[in-house]
């Protein structure tokens, strides 16, 4: 660590800042557990989300559900000759035989689209409960009431 000599004292004293001189350095930013960031990310808010909504719909619904795999990535990948508007916010493929279903919520599409954190959740309930219903074949107000709700 270079030692830098205080002006009024003369004494030497340990660097506070970053080598050029912007910033703290030292307990106020390094983690308390090394390895693990001191804040969580959005991802790993989102994620939490997501996983908050999928347990509860699993609750309620896993024996006409059977086996589906759930994940969250950041973006869609669209083919070149894509036409529409919008970009997807979630993708659904149906299992076939010892296959699983696959939901795929795709999180910088919904965040884009959310003014704020209340947003986001009723953004990520409407797009998982539409999605289940699409693949249970009935309306999302049945697999949870929520989505019905006006604001």
Request: charged fraction near 35%; proline fraction near 8%; include cysteine.
């Amino acid at each position: 660590m270079a030692q830098h000599r205080d002006p009024a004292s003369g004494r030497r004293r340990g660097r506070t800042r970053d080598r050029r001189d912007r910033g703290m350095r030292g307990p106020a930013v390094l983690p308390r557990r090394p390895g693990t960031p001191e804040t969580r990310t959005r991802r790993d808010r989102f994620d939490d989300l997501v996983l908050a909504v999928v347990t509860d719909i699993e609750e309620r619904w896993q024996e006409h559900l059977g086996l589906v795999e759930y994940a969250v990535e950041d973006t869609p990948q669209v083919p070149d000759d894509w036409e529409s508007a919008t970009v997807p916010l979630a993708s659904l493929v149906r299992g076939s035989g010892a296959t699983p279903s696959r939901l795929v919520v795709f999180r910088r599409p919904i965040e884009h689209r959310c003014a704020g954190r209340s947003d986001l959740e009723a953004m990520v309930l409407t797009v998982v409960v539409e999605q289940v219903a699409e693949l249970l074949g009935v309306a999302p107000e049945v697999v949870d009431p929520r989505v019905g709700e006006d604001d």
